[in-house]
């Protein structure tokens, strides 16, 4: 089947200038990248459906970004996707109206998923789930498309392929149908990238990854890729107990109580590493 072409969720936003990072010395502790991969050229990862998608990269050169991040051990393990971490000189989540630098970063190979760590706690951590919903099931996006906090709502089309850029190797992800948005609005949803979605039992499902710039598909990270990049950092001691979404209603009280928790929170990339 011929590829669909999807727009990035980089987040190119002018919020990012008016953060300050904060750190304890002058220069920061260097940030450490791992890569985690469990591909390899006798295993590799089976494809889940002949349905693929392109994802469109970027060609200008790297630039300052925002994504969203989301708590999942309450010891300060964040999960974001990949593409926002990616290149970056340093990483700081959003905490009190600063970017508060983190130390660590394990990057999938597999899927668009990262694994932040080291300098921000959460006093409370989000559910994840390996399973996938089945088709036709509603999906709770959540995240800061243009740098606000936004709830999407999707319908599950189901499990399908993407690939990132020329040359790149196909990832597992879940296609969405989207529905609605509050606030309401129909402009691009970059930003919300890194995200978690939901699924009606109250698992965290996947990590937002890309999406059309115009109303139409979202792409997720595969459940399945997601937790075996969360089991491999061994930084996750926790599992959070999950509570089914009783409607629209309910989904969008806990996302803005997760917000006002600091669960799901702004992230953002700082390229360059000079003074």
């Not at 803005?256 to 003074?275: E, M």
């Amino acid at each position: 089947m011929a590829g669909r072409r999807f727009g990035c969720l980089p987040g190119l936003l002018g919020i990012i200038l008016a953060l300050l990072w904060i750190s304890e010395v002058t220069k920061p502790t260097p940030l450490h990248v791992e890569a985690f991969d469990p591909r390899s050229p006798r295993r590799p990862m089976p494809q889940w459906s002949d349905e693929s998608f392109v994802i469109e990269e970027r060609t200008e050169a790297p630039a300052d970004s925002m994504g969203t991040t989301f708590a999942i051990d309450r010891d300060g393990a964040w999960l974001t996707a990949e593409h926002v971490t990616h290149g970056c000189a340093r990483v700081g989540i959003e905490q009190g109206g600063f970017a508060r630098p983190v130390s660590r970063l394990v990057e999938s190979r597999e899927a668009d998923a990262a694994l932040v760590r080291g300098g921000v706690a959460s006093d409370h951590a989000l559910p994840l789930s390996d399973r996938m919903p089945p088709p036709g099931s509603v999906g709770y996006h959540m995240g800061f498309p243009g740098g606000q906090p936004t709830l999407v709502i999707s319908e599950l089309i189901g499990a399908a392929r993407a690939r990132r850029g020329a040359g790149q190797d196909t990832q597992p992800v879940l296609a969405w149908a989207e529905h609605a948005r509050i606030p309401m609005g129909d402009g691009t949803l970059s930003g919300i990238s890194g995200g978690p979605v939901f699924a009606e039992d109250g698992h965290v499902v996947g990590v937002n990854s890309a999406a059309t710039d115009r109303r139409g598909r979202i792409l997720t990270t595969a459940p399945d890729a997601m937790m075996r990049l969360v089991v491999a950092s061994r930084a996750v001691g926790e599992r959070p107990v999950a509570y089914p979404f009783l409607d629209l209603a309910d989904a969008h009280a806990r996302f803005q109580s997760w917000l006002a928790q600091g669960v799901i929170r702004r992230i953002f990339c700082d390229v360059d590493d000079g003074p």
